[in-house]
Each structure stands twice: as structure tokens, then as C-alpha cells.
Nanobody
Framework: QVQLVESGGGLVQAGDSLRLSCAASGRTFSRYAMAWFRQAAGKEREFVAGISWSGGNISTDSVKGRFTISRDNVKNMVFLQMNSLKPEDTAVYYC?????????????????WGQGTQVTDSS
């Protein structure tokens, strides 16, 4: 198992950039597929982006060209670089891990979750 702790959220304005970080504990981190999900107030949690152990990644259409997921298997970190932020990006962002090492879009496929970090667009 891995334990996940997100950081980097905050208050932004439209067009700003922000980088979220997810620190993972555990010696088997590199075997996990990792993903970012988000949940806006009153809405269901949705997939944002995911990355396999080797770096292959996918993202949801609404963030393509703006958000980039990456990982550092040496430092046990996952990142979400968010550029050109929009008001609709406001949400709590969660880091998730799947020991199946396959990037899924469904949240039930992930068995480890962080506590979340809030991103708010104040525009």
C-alpha cells in the first residue's frame, strides 16, 4: 500500500497556473498507476488525468492542452501542472493510486486516496 498526501492547492484567478503535488510513501510506488481526480461542490468526482509507472498518460478532454500529469519514481511524487485555469476548474483535487498499474478513468478502480487539496478560481 501507499499513503498519499496532496499539496499545492490555493486561490487563483482565470489564466493562472498552479502545480499540485502528491507525495507517496511506500517502497512499491513505481508499481502503481497514479491519477488525479477532482470534485466540485455538488458534483460527482471526476477523472482529470492518470499516468502509468512508465509515464504513459491520459487526461480528460476538458483539461487537454492545459493540464499535464507527471511522476518522479525516485522521489515518489506525482504532479499535476495546471495552466490557463478556468473558473470551472474549481474543485477539491485528489491523488489516487491503483496497484493494478493500469490507468483507469473510474474512481472505484483506485484503492488508495489522499485527503484532497482545494483549488479555487476567484475570478
Amino acid at each position: 500500500q501507499v499513503q498519499l498526501v496532496e499539496s499545492g492547492g490555493g486561490l487563483v484567478q482565470a489564466g493562472d497556473s498552479l502545480r499540485l503535488s502528491c507525495a507517496a510513501s511506500g517502497r512499491t510506488f513505481s508499481r502503481y498507476a497514479m491519477a488525479w481526480f477532482r470534485q466540485a461542490a455538488g458534483k460527482e468526482r471526476e477523472f482529470v488525468a492518470g499516468i502509468s509507472w512508465s509515464g504513459g498518460n491520459i487526461s480528460t478532454d476538458s483539461v487537454k492542452g492545459r493540464f499535464t500529469i507527471s511522476r518522479d519514481n525516485v522521489k515518489n511524487m506525482v504532479f499535476l501542472q495546471m495552466n490557463s485555469l478556468k473558473p470551472e476548474d474549481t474543485a477539491v483535487y485528489y491523488c489516487a493510486a491503483s496497484n493494478l498499474n493500469v490507468v483507469f478513468r473510474q474512481d472505484f478502480r483506485y484503492d488508495q486516496w489522499g485527503q484532497g487539496t482545494q483549488v479555487t478560481d476567484s475570478s
